[in-house]
């Protein structure tokens, strides 16, 4: 069966430091890549997103992604965290029958 | 103002009373899906429809029934309720297969069944 795996549920940082959540997932065919973000009480919001090309991708308020095919990885990254980026993030995939498959989230909780 | 408008926001009921959580867009979006989110499960697709009449099962569609009749509609139904259908649930939209475009969410609706 297809799946996404977030392995970080829960990461706690200071205000600053850098941040990678993981995402792996198993599907062999052509696949979108989302990252998406959900503060507390909203839904989800489009972070950032990969098509194609340029496996590098840059999103809203500062966060990239890196696709690497090889090991079926799209990790999200941001050089300096910010109080406001407290938030729920999932990672999801679109395979090429048009099914959506998230990840069961990591929440992030940055201290000031 | 493109959005997804789910109704009602929130709904408090009790077991086997039927009831519908409507989903409109304004985007002229052919894709439309049902998720729910549970604590520590992500979102688990429900129901997704390619177009008007196409419907298919997501990964969770026990206990769940939907239709598509116009575009820019896509209701989830529960026939009969279970506790274990509380939820927190959310419509998302985008334009067909082939774009390289995201899904727009919903506002999500949080239902309590008793």
């Known amino acids: 069966a297809q799946s996404v795996s977030q392995h970080n549920h829960h990461v706690i940082l200071s205000e600053a430091a850098s941040l990678e959540l993981g995402c792996n997932y198993s599907y062999g065919g052509t696949v979108n890549l989302f990252w998406y973000v959900q503060y507390p009480g909203q839904h989800l919001q489009l972070l950032l997103k990969y098509f194609s090309g340029d496996p590098l991708v840059k999103g809203i308020k500062g966060f990239e992604a890196e696709f690497i095919k090889s090991k079926f990885s799209f990790n999200l990254r941001k050089p300096s965290v910010q109080w406001s980026d407290t938030a729920e993030y999932f990672c999801?995939?679109?395979?090429?029958?048009?099914?959506?498959?998230f990840g069961s989230g990591t929440k992030l909780n940055v201290k000031p | 103002e493109a959005q997804v408008t789910q109704n009602p926001r929130y709904l408090i009921t009790v077991t086997g009373k039927k009831l519908t959580v409507t989903c409109s867009q304004n985007m002229n979006h052919e894709y439309m899906s049902w998720y729910r989110q549970d604590p520590g499960l992500g979102l688990r697709q429900i129901y997704y429809s390619m177009n008007v009449e196409v419907t298919d099962k997501g990964d969770v569609p026990e206990g769940y029934k939907v239709s598509r009749k116009e575009k820019r509609n896509f209701p989830l139904i529960l026939e009969s309720p279970s506790p274990n259908q509380t939820s927190l649930y959310f419509c998302?939209?985008?334009?067909?297969?082939?774009?390289?475009?995201?899904?727009?969410f919903g506002d999500g609706t949080r239902l309590s069944i008793l």
């Open positions: 998302a939209s985008s334009p067909g297969q082939g774009s390289n475009q995201p899904q727009h």
């Open positions: 999801a995939v679109r395979n090429n029958f048009n099914k959506f498959y």
